[in-house]
């Protein structure tokens, strides 16, 4: 109803129907962004792209930066350019041998290719130097990629992830979504009620970024 007398409001200082709608869908959009999240940032394509930007032209003056490598190729993967990205990584390796992030990148852009088993081995690699490397989510990448080759292998890697991240409403809402796209619907159920449940049990100050995450899970939940 508060929406309603919203818009008749909107309608009549606007004198204009559409106008009213318009700005009533800023008004959620705002309220979305600064309170839950479920909309995507309008604002964060174009810093990414003026930072690949940026980065391209540093890496103009001096072709022998790997830091600069190393996040534009990240920034590529975020972008889907697996083949750009993995020549990036692959002229940074020598000096990188040492680093789990390195690795999973690595192995992403090699999935991403459709190098599958080579990918599959470096992310393997990464793991084995750091388990928990960013917080489990190369075991994520691996259980995605295999989904449709081998749906035990894509278990047992979802397994794993739900091992490290079992106190994440984020974590459990990704896993409750890999396994439906499995067939795994009891499973599916059970990861975004945990997702619902640690949201409820996290501390106010956590829950702006773990929001949306409860509030996607709850509507997935509705459709299975």
Known sequence: MS????????????????????????IVYFLDRRFVGLFPSVSKPFKRQRRVSKLRQQLSLNHFDVSAKRELAGLLLDKKKFREALGLLEEVQPYSES????WDDLGTAMIGVGRLEEGEGHILHALSINERVRYGQPYLHL?????EKDAQKALEYAAKFGEIQSSSSEACYLLGSLYQSLGRKDDAKLALKESIAVYRSLPKYKKRHERKWAVRSYFKSMTL
Do not use: H, Y
């Open 3 to 26: 929406k309603v007398m919203i818009f008749i409001f909107l309608s009549w200082l606007t004198g204009n129907p559409l106008i009213a709608i318009l700005i009533l869908l800023l």
């Open 99 to 102: 680093s789990a992030e390195f």
């Open 143 to 147: 259980a995605t990629a295999f989904r």
